[in-house]
């Protein structure tokens, strides 16, 4: 039996696998050429997967130490078509406050803007019409704890916490779960983690998240959807 997921638990770098496959095949390719100037050209690639392989760990956590920068995830105020914008600039996972709105798609949100200026957002999403969803959420919790940690990949929010697959996208009324960018992959993505019907089930899931990963954990509620397909 495996046993219990551990985000913590080294592994085996996979990366490694792949880089030395790279190797044999550039050799091989090196060793049948004939032509020297293909030679040389053969070598430079063959030299810098070397290097990428000397660079690499063994081994591998999922979960780990320090938070990522988060300026890639997110919308800025000049990206919207609404004058004046009412957008603050505070990031819904800055502190734990709550009651205030913001954009949410394509792996990035809004900064906040307070639930009264919702009519400028219904039609104002310039920025991300070329994607699918784009989700109007209120901020109603947040986890308690700081962003000290962060993953490398988005299914360890999936295999912690007994977390299952969700069907996509939700019907009826909708409560998100999103990840903290701070703690995801060079923070340049927000990570809807989880939706449920009940808000009190996405609570329970953020606060298992949070203390299971020392991540932040935004809960929001839906407050319109838009479908831009």
């Known amino acids: ?68 920068g988060d300026a890639g995830a997110f919308f800025f105020r000049d990206s919207y078509t609404v004058d004046p914008s009412p957008l603050s600039d505070q990031s ?3 502190d734990t406050k709550t009651g205030q709105c913001f954009i949410y798609a394509a792996g990035k949100v809004s ?22 969803w784009v989700w109007i959420l209120e901020k109603v919790y947040a986890t308690a704890n700081e962003t000290t940690m962060h993953v490398a990949d988005e299914s360890v929010f999936k295999n912690a916490s007994g977390g299952k697959e969700q069907s996509f996208p939700p019907n009826g009324p909708t409560w998100l779960v999103l990840a903290d960018p701070r703690g995801f992959r060079n923070g340049k993505c927000v990570e809807l983690v989880a939706h449920y019907r009940r808000e009190a089930a996405a609570r329970k899931r953020a606060d298992k998240l949070a203390a299971e990963l020392n991540i932040r954990f935004v809960v929001a509620r839906e407050l319109s959807r838009i479908d831009t397909h």
């Open 1 to 68: 039996m495996g046993g219990k997921y551990d985000p913590r638990k080294p592994r085996r770098n996979p990366e490694i696998g792949e880089l030395l496959r790279q190797v044999k095949r550039l050799h091989r390719q090196l060793q049948a050429e004939t032509d020297h100037a293909a030679r040389k050209g053969i070598a430079r690639m063959l030299v810098e997967v070397l290097e990428m392989l000397a660079a690499e760990p063994e081994f591998l956590t999922d979960l780990r130490s320090g938070a990522q």
């Open 111 to 132: 900064p906040l803007f307070d639930i009264k200026d919702l009519p400028h957002f219904q039609d104002a999403y310039t920025p991300v019409r070329a994607v699918y």
């Open 92 to 94: 819904p996972f800055a």
